[in-house]
Nanobody
Framework: QVRLQESGPGLVKPSQTLSLTCTVSGGSITSSPYAWSWIRQPPGKGLEWMGLIRDDGSTAYTPSLKSRTSISRDTSKNQFSLQLSSVTPEDTAVYYC?????????????????WGQGTQVTVSS
């Protein structure tokens, strides 16, 4: 059973960079055919897929966030991380890391099999 756990600061100031880490257990982030994603849910809104890193280390991002988003991994720690730069209050959300075995529809949150519990991040001065 794959388990994911998000960690990182719950409060970030505007214009700063949001950094979160997802620690994976019960499976390797280098195992095919997994894709490992960050998904967020702003208050009162639906789930928004942000980007992913695949088992081979390649990445993909949603176009609206691509210029501010970076996803990387540390295979020695079985972790992958999110950095979102130049944050504004509109980036306030619950952030989830998630994993899917499929290679199809990976931008659709409903296709994800495994989820972390989520972590609240508030952007405020």
């Amino acid at each position: 059973q794959v388990r994911l756990q998000e960690s990182g600061p719950g409060l970030v100031k505007p214009s700063q960079t949001l950094s979160l880490t997802c620690t994976v257990s019960g499976g390797s982030i280098t195992s095919s055919p997994y894709a490992w994603s960050w998904i967020r849910q702003p208050p009162g809104k639906g789930l928004e897929w942000m980007g992913l890193i695949r088992d081979d280390g390649s990445t993909a991002y949603t176009p609206s966030l691509k210029s501010r988003t970076s996803i990387s991994r540390d295979t020695s720690k079985n972790q992958f991380s999110l950095q979102l730069s130049s944050v504004t209050p509109e980036d306030t959300a619950v952030y989830y890391c998630a994993a899917t075995r499929t290679r199809v529809g990976v931008t659709t949150p409903q296709r994800y099999d495994y989820w972390g519990q989520g972590t609240q991040v508030t952007v405020s001065s």
